[in-house]
């Protein structure tokens, strides 16, 4: 394991986490305030669960995969003889595409998108939402992270960087903040944004299938997946999903079991 991994990814999820939660609080960019105590511990609890899932089913992480990968010098890159920064700088991007194709995947295959329509079904989009993800989709992309580091021949010091970006950028843009107008824009170029992500959660579901990325901005342009704005604004947009807007799908075991169900037909 890279030297400190846990207390690494750990210190940036709260750090990050708090940041979020402030600046929500300071410059909420919607009123969204239905039940936070209960979405919030919800929200939460799923994210403890992935933990604690992958830990048992899977408990070599993405990090892990890398240093097993390195040690045995396989993959594209070392294949290729590139240089150690380059084949970091590679590894950050490509991983972040292959996430980027894994998103598109799972709207469109039915069984996939029963797994990750889970996270859609939230009806207020905040920093918690950024964690809000089923288990079985989490070991999924685990597989899939797996499979491209292998092929790679990622650095474990790619993988950390990139897995850290990965948790911190899911948090910035499900937060509730508003950002200054003149300034949105031009940050919509570098990262993807709150207002860009957000209308990948709108009820319109030609809306839901845009903006798939989670760190970088450029692959919605590049593939045409790209939505500026909501129809209705972010204002007056409804968030969610259609069958399952009942309170109690907020609540931890009606998340986990949610895939098996279908919603307000039962």
């Known amino acids: 394991m890279v030297t400190g991994e846990v207390a690494i990814r750990l210190g940036a999820f709260v750090a990050v986490f708090a940041a979020m939660a402030l600046w929500e609080v300071l410059a909420p960019r919607r009123h969204?305030?239905?039940?936070?105590?209960?979405?919030?511990?919800?929200?939460?609890?799923?994210l403890l669960v992935d933990a604690l899932v992958?830990?048992?089913v899977a408990p070599a992480s993405a990090v892990g995969i890398a240093l097993a990968v390195e040690a045995k010098g396989w993959g594209l890159l070392p294949l290729l003889g590139a240089p150690y920064?380059?084949?970091?700088?590679?590894?950050?991007?490509?991983l972040d595409l292959v996430i980027y194709a894994q998103h598109v995947v799972f709207h469109h295959v039915p069984l996939?998108?029963?797994l990750h329509r889970m996270h859609h079904a939230d009806t207020v989009i905040d920093v918690s939402s950024?964690?809000?993800?089923?288990p079985g989709e989490i070991l999924l992309s685990l597989a899939i992270k797996g499979v491209a580091i292998l092929v790679l021949g990622a650095p474990a010091v790619a993988v950390l960087a990139f897995e850290v970006l990965l948790n911190a950028t899911s948090m910035f843009n499900h937060a509730n903040i508003r950002i200054p107008p003149r300034?949105?824009?031009?940050?919509?170029?570098l990262v993807v944004t709150p207002d860009m992500h957000r209308v990948h959660h709108s009820i319109l579901r030609r809306e839901t299938d845009s903006n798939f990325g989670f760190n970088l901005p450029w692959w919605d342009r590049l593939f045409g997946t790209y939505r500026a704005e909501p129809e209705k604004g972010h204002e007056a947009m409804t968030l969610g999903l259609d069958e399952f807007r009942d309170p109690r799908e907020r609540w931890l075991d009606r998340l986990v079991t949610q895939p098996l169900r279908n919603g307000d037909q039962g």
Do not use: Y
């Open 183 to 189: 300034l949105e824009p031009m940050l919509r170029w």
């Open 112 to 114: 996939l998108w029963r």
């Open 54 to 56: 992958v830990r048992l």
């Open 32 to 46: 969204d305030l239905a039940d936070r105590p209960v979405r919030w511990t919800n929200n939460l609890g799923i």
């Open 85 to 94: 920064w380059l084949a970091v700088l590679l590894s950050v991007v490509i």
């Open 130 to 134: 950024g964690g809000r993800f089923h």
